[in-house]
């Protein structure tokens, strides 16, 4: 089956100690896109990418930063890691249809926890 | 801004009954679309329906159903035939286009509506 997937599921990493989290796709959707969802808060966008375009949202902090090597991965990578920044990371892919509007599909999101 | 209000924090639904969950939005943007996904507590955010603001009919999949109402801007979730599995988080998103058009947007979500179905 066609679909998103995140690796790992759950992540714990120390303060300061850079992590990365991993993104696939099998769907060939050209638009790649990494929520920030925080315990009992509404997802919240970092950053998507548009094929190799990178585009960042306004307020997302420079700790955060993103690699998309090809279409179908997309990488999150946190180089110091706070204690504010334990949160359920959402992956989520889009293919862009001209007029149409399409969903956005999600992965199942990687738990982070920050010691 | 794009604001998207949940008033729900918790709702309860006997097995097999009709739920109605709530979504107000406010923009300015004539040209919008509103979504609901549905997250379990696996984390995975499901999409359930779509409505465009210019569609002319109420969308409808399976036993969801979306009551836009445009001049109040609402668009309430209603699912029909409650059952076990539609125990989750319920998110209403409203899409937002970046500043250089395109097809693609951005999700800004509500605060959720966590539906608890009783059998």
């Known amino acids: 089956d066609a679909m998103v997937i995140q690796n790992p599921r759950y992540q714990v990493t120390q303060f300061g100690k850079p992590v990365t989290l991993s993104c696939s796709q099998t769907?060939?959707?050209?638009?790649m896109y990494w929520y920030q969802q925080k315990s009992s808060q509404a997802p919240k966008l970092l950053f998507h990418?548009?094929?190799?375009?990178?585009?960042n949202e306004a307020d997302t902090p420079d700790n955060f930063q993103s690699r998309r090597p090809n279409t179908s991965f997309c990488f999150l990578d946190i180089r110091s890691p706070g204690l504010g920044d334990a949160a359920m990371y959402l992956c989520?892919?889009?293919?862009?249809?001209?007029?149409?509007?399409?969903?956005?599909?999600f992965g199942p999101g990687t738990r982070l926890t920050v010691l | 801004a794009q604001k998207i209000t949940q008033t729900q924090p918790g709702m309860f639904v006997q097995e097999k009954e009709a739920v109605t969950l709530d979504c107000t939005y406010d923009?300015?943007?004539?040209?919008?679309?509103l979504f609901w996904y549905k997250q379990p507590s696996s984390g995975e955010m499901i999409f359930l329906i779509y409505?465009?603001?210019?569609?002319?009919q109420n969308a409808t999949e399976g036993r969801y159903s979306l009551n836009f109402q445009k001049a109040r801007k609402s668009a309430n979730l209603v699912i029909s035939a409650s059952q076990l599995g539609d125990s989750a988080m319920y998110f209403c998103?409203?899409?937002?286009?970046?500043?250089?058009?395109?097809?693609?947007?951005?999700?800004?979500f509500g605060k959720g509506t966590l539906l608890t179905v009783n059998p």
């Open positions: 989520a892919t889009s293919r862009d249809k001209g007029e149409v509007v399409s969903e956005q599909f």
């Open positions: 769907l060939n959707h050209n638009v």
């Open positions: 990418y548009y094929d190799k375009d990178f585009n």
């Open positions: 923009t300015s943007d004539q040209s919008y679309g």
């Open positions: 409505q465009g603001s210019y569609d002319e």
């Open positions: 998103a409203m899409r937002e286009e970046f500043p250089w058009g395109g097809s693609n947007y951005k999700l800004t």
